[in-house]
Nanobody, 131 residues
């Protein structure tokens, strides 16, 4: 079973930047995609970004487009989420998760924000953006 570990969160002022890291045990052949999600105390969970294991396809929530960038370093088994121009509403618990059952990007592109195909999750990491 895959294990995912997030790091890189913390406290930052509005307009600042953070980079989240997701270290994935195993190889890229063990999963179809990695997604980043965030959890709000009341609002619930939101899909932030997703990338296929080969790095060919990515997608973003409208709320983060132009500010966040997902990338990977295959040699380090790490998926990154670069977050720029952070806003107080980005404050949340952030999770990376692996989709180990998907096989088709056209399908995943339509369902990934729901997280229903993501079965392996990290422990989460806190991001706090002060105004």
């Amino acid at each position: 079973q895959l294990h995912l570990v997030e790091s890189g969160g913390g406290l930052v002022q509005s307009g600042g930047s953070l980079r989240l890291n997701c270290l994935v045990s195993g190889s890229t052949s063990d999963y179809f995609a990695i997604g980043w999600f965030r959890q709000y105390p009341v609002k619930g969970r939101e899909g932030v970004s997703v990338m296929t294991s080969d790095g060919m396809y990515t997608d973003y929530a409208d709320s983060v487009k132009g500010r966040f960038t997902i990338s990977r370093d295959s040699a380090k088994n790490t998926i990154y989420l670069q977050m720029n121009n952070l806003k107080p509403e980005d404050t949340a618990e952030y999770y990376c998760a692996a989709d180990t059952i998907g096989t088709n990007w056209d399908v995943l592109r339509s369902i990934w924000p729901s997280a229903r195909s993501f079965g392996n999750w990290g422990q989460g990491i806190r991001v706090t953006v002060s105004s």
